[in-house]
């Protein structure tokens, strides 16, 4: 029966225990109703993390849940983006409308791509064939939305509770990290084994971090991490920022 390496079967524990360490934590803190996507990422996570423990690698049906799993945790990654903005944009509510709409469109544009893309292979495609491409897609355009959001919450002077900024920075590493490596292996990258662990161990260090940082008490603690080089113009640009804002708004009435 086909197992994964050694050192992978350790991190696969230590992520297991990670995650489930994690849900019970946010669930204990009420955080779960909170950030209701990705609570619901996490547990879906932690249940696919399960499947190489309760089923062998190389069966059929371990295919067809880990297909089937997948394929739900990528919608949960467009999900998980969406909450995100709308927890950093939450004052603003003209541009969080826009950016809400932006990648709505984005993401529509992506699946009709991949399904594009799948008609045009002229050889039978595979179940995993469809998963890849669609994920690879579906990824590829996430990766843009978080980088502009975190260079967003890096340049702007948004006051925002603790655990949102914990909850996007770990993200941020978690996702783009996730993204990569999905990229090279599905690429037939020849250090696939090197990177899929890579991968696994920043998991587990963002699951830590998330275990650490997030807590009840960081949904009142307000903090301002943008603008940190030039404080001066910190009202300057949030009053950009309003502006922008309330001038969307107006045009939204319209």
Same mark, same amino acid.
């Given at each position: &029966?086909?197992?994964?390496?050694? !050192?992978?079967?350790?991190?696969?524990?230590?992520?297991?225990?990670?995650?489930?360490?994690?849900?019970?934590? &946010?669930? $204990?803190? $009420?955080?779960?109703?909170?950030?209701?996507?990705? %609570?619901?990422?996490?547990?879906?996570?932690?249940?696919?993390?399960?499947?190489? *423990?309760? *089923?062998?690698?190389?069966?059929?049906?371990?295919?067809?849940?880990? +297909?089937?799993?997948?394929?739900?945790?990528?919608? %949960?990654?467009?999900?998980?983006?969406?909450?995100?903005?709308?927890?950093?944009?939450?004052?603003?509510?003209?541009?969080?409308?826009?950016?809400?709409?932006?990648?709505?469109?984005?993401?529509?544009?992506?699946? @009709?791509?991949?399904?594009?893309?799948?008609?045009?292979?002229?050889?039978?495609?595979?179940?995993? @064939?469809?998963?890849?491409?669609? !994920?690879?897609? *579906?990824?590829?355009?996430?990766?843009?939305?978080?980088?502009? +959001?975190?260079?967003?919450?890096?340049?702007?002077?948004?006051?925002?509770?603790?655990?949102?900024?914990?909850?996007?920075?770990?993200?941020?590493?978690?996702?783009?990290?996730?993204?990569?490596?999905?990229?090279?292996?599905?690429?037939?990258?020849?250090?696939?084994?090197?990177?899929?662990?890579? /991968?696994?161990? *920043?998991?587990?260090?963002?699951?830590?971090?998330?275990?650490?940082?997030?807590?009840?008490?960081? !949904?009142?603690? $307000? +903090?301002?991490?943008?603008?940190?080089?030039?404080?001066?113009?910190?009202?300057?640009?949030?009053?950009?920022?309003? /502006?922008?804002?309330?001038?969307?708004?107006?045009?939204?009435?319209?």
């Amino acid at each position: &029966m086909h197992q994964l390496p050694v !050192e992978q079967q350790i991190l696969l524990v230590v992520q297991i225990v990670a995650l489930a360490t994690l849900c019970l934590r &946010m669930w $204990r803190a $009420r955080l779960q109703k909170t950030y209701v996507y990705f %609570f619901g990422y996490l547990v879906l996570e932690l249940l696919q993390s399960l499947i190489p *423990v309760l *089923v062998p690698l190389d069966s059929r049906t371990y295919r067809n849940i880990y +297909v089937a799993s997948q394929a739900l945790i990528v919608a %949960f990654y467009a999900l998980v983006v969406l909450e995100l903005y709308s927890k950093v944009l939450g004052d603003l509510t003209g541009i969080a409308n826009l950016a809400r709409r932006y990648i709505q469109i984005i993401l529509a544009l992506a699946i @009709g791509i991949a399904l594009l893309l799948l008609g045009l292979v002229k050889s039978k495609a595979t179940l995993t @064939g469809y998963l890849i491409t669609f !994920e690879r897609t *579906v990824m590829a355009s996430l990766v843009v939305f978080i980088l502009l +959001v975190t260079v967003f919450l890096v340049y702007y002077p948004v006051p925002l509770g603790r655990n949102i900024i914990a909850y996007l920075m770990g993200y941020a590493v978690y996702f783009l990290t996730r993204a990569a490596t999905t990229l090279a292996v599905n690429l037939g990258h020849p250090w696939v084994r090197v990177l899929s662990s890579m /991968a696994m161990t *920043v998991s587990v260090l963002c699951l830590t971090f998330w275990i650490i940082a997030l807590n009840r008490e960081g !949904e009142t603690k $307000r +903090v301002v991490i943008g603008h940190q080089w030039n404080p001066a113009d910190e009202q300057k640009l949030r009053a950009q920022l309003d /502006a922008i804002n309330a001038s969307l708004l107006r045009s939204h009435g319209k």
